[in-house]
């Protein structure tokens, strides 16, 4: 009786672990919700909402709010990476674990401008993957890692970019990323180190906002 019981909590626990959700998948320039087609996620994945704001010079140049599935360690991770004079993204995910259910509405961290100390080069080359200045950027707030990320488009049109700055821990905690749909391939890569421009050697759900903001302005 011993043998069997335990065998009937192996399998429940086999079957609970390779359970997959059903989940909402879509995404918005415009908005800060959307809605899409449901699909199956990879099992150990959950629903989750992302939403990114990307401020270039002190003006917003553009928002992502997307919906898809997320591996579990995603989830209320909250981040933002400062690049330029006045120029920043800030991002969030939210998670739910249910067939097709609305995750929360994620809220953007708090802005900080008060400076930690660190001291990042500061650059952004489009058309490349690689760009280095001895210009810099000095980090505030939880802006505590130096960051190089570089992304690549492939489609119709295809670009890439490449920059420089200061980020949270959680971002550069993303590392290679990549994001396929029927028409376009995006693969991002985020290297960070926590040294000063002195010893800096290297590099998102993305963070799709930089790429708009190549592509948009």
């Given at each position: ?5 335990g ?7 086999l ?27 990879p ?15 002190g ?45 929360p ?36 707030g ?11 488009i ?37 290297q ?18 930089i ?7």
């Amino acid at each position: 009786m011993r043998s069997v019981f335990g065998f009937f909590c192996t399998l429940s626990a086999l079957l609970s672990t390779c359970y997959s959700l059903s989940c909402t998948k879509c995404f918005s320039l415009t908005t800060d919700f959307c809605t899409g087609p449901s699909i199956t996620c990879p099992a150990d994945q959950v629903c989750a909402s992302s939403y990114t704001i990307t401020i270039a010079r002190g003006v917003r140049v553009s928002q992502v709010y997307s919906r898809d599935c997320v591996a579990k360690q995603y989830c209320t991770m909250k981040g933002s990476m400062g690049f330029a004079q006045n120029s920043r993204s800030s991002m969030s995910i939210t998670c739910c674990s249910t067939d097709n259910c609305e995750p929360p509405q994620p809220t953007l961290p708090a802005e900080n401008n008060w400076a930690n100390g660190l001291v990042c080069r500061s650059c952004i080359s489009p058309d490349s993957l690689w760009c280095y200045t001895d210009d810099t950027i000095r980090c505030t707030g939880d802006e505590n890692m130096c960051l190089l990320q570089t992304t690549k488009i492939i489609g119709s049109v295809s670009s890439s970019i490449a920059l420089r700055g200061c980020a949270t821990k959680n971002i550069c905690d993303f590392g290679r990323q990549a994001v396929t749909t029927d028409q376009v391939s995006i693969n991002i890569n985020f290297q960070c180190t926590s040294g000063s421009v002195g010893v800096f050697g290297g590099i998102f759900l993305p963070l799709l906002g930089i790429v708009l903001t190549k592509l948009l302005c």
